[in-house]
């Protein structure tokens, strides 16, 4: 059973060296799931539930085999009834995790990410979002829409929807700070920062008692 106090994120290097043949920390399952898979994605999907599962153990002190992880490749990882909600999100050689009580997205993106700012705003924000963003200098938007992104990105993992069904219909008031779906009226916590070279977003309840961990960030 979870015994987590306030919701934990995770921020770090998703691939662990300390960690030669993984078959020991995965479950036979995680390791037949990582054998189907091309190489590199095999590599990544294993390198992420070792890390998942590490950090578990750790919030839980238990053996990390011993963590009731279910985490399919290319689904959102979860927890056996009582164990608390998860989110992983990984770009490049970065790796964000989350764990809480209640249920929680986040999400993770280069800071010097390639953006066509523009073009994004235009095509999936709400009007009235754009007309915020459209004074703004090139960077100063373009930091904006990053920000912006990866905060939609984290609420949609939080719901358990999708970018197709849902990116549309979220706004986010840079103003207000406020984060709102326009369709159902929802506007939960959420958290943003910058962190090295990441820009990091989590969205869920309770995020005011957030606790960040950074471990071997790049």
Known sequence: MTSLLAPRIWLGCLVDHQVGVPAPQLSPQEWAWGESLAPLRRHT???SRIRLRRWLAGLFSCDPLAVPLVSPPGQPPRLGDGWGWLSLSHSGDGLLMGCSAEPIGVDLELGARPLAADGLMRRFFPAAEVRQLEPLAL???RQAVLTSWVLKEAAIKWRRS???ADLTHWCLDHRAGRLTHGELGLQPDWRCGTA???????????LARMQLDRDDLL
């Not at 090295?196 to 309770?206: D, I, M, N, T, Y």
């Open 45 to 47: 999907y294993w390198q």
């Open 196 to 206: 090295g070279r990441w820009r990091w977003a989590a969205v869920g309840g309770g």
């Open 139 to 141: 960077e100063a938007r």
């Open 162 to 164: 999708s970018l197709a």
